[in-house]
């Protein structure tokens, strides 16, 4: 059983910073990649930004240069720093983490259930 737990979604005003926070935990053999995804009311949901073991993140064009994805390997941690928010960053932010449960190498997408961001004056 894997479970993925976000933290760190809230209210906050546009130009201001939010830290989220998602722990992989439970049978965990290997990671090979955590990020985030988010959906707004209305919309699909989208990739936000994805980290891979030991590599360097991946952006969407939309959060490029305001939002930064890091990762603790150690405590299958990964984090997203969003700063300079704007209103449409507003969604449920989603974790998600690629990884081997098994041990058979056979790696699947494991998802959080979900953290309100909501960016308004």
């Known amino acids: 059983q894997v479970q993925l737990v976000e933290s760190g979604g809230g209210l906050v005003q546009p130009g201001g910073s939010l830290r989220l926070s998602c722990a992989a935990s439970?049978?965990?053999?290997?990671?090979?990649?955590m990020g985030w995804y988010r959906q707004a009311p209305g919309k699909q949901r989208e990739l936000v930004a994805t980290i891979p073991s030991g590599g360097s993140g991946n952006y969407a064009e939309s959060v490029k240069g305001r939002f930064t994805i890091s990762r603790d390997n150690a405590k299958n941690t990964v984090y997203l720093q969003m700063n300079s928010l704007k209103p449409e960053d507003t969604a449920v932010y989603y974790c998600?983490?690629?990884?081997?449960?098994?041990?058979?190498?056979?790696?699947?997408?494991?998802w959080g259930q979900g953290t309100q961001v909501t960016v308004s004056s």
């Open positions: 998600n983490a690629v990884l081997d449960a098994s041990g058979s190498l056979h790696f699947k997408d494991y």
């Open positions: 439970g049978s965990i053999f290997s990671i090979y990649a």
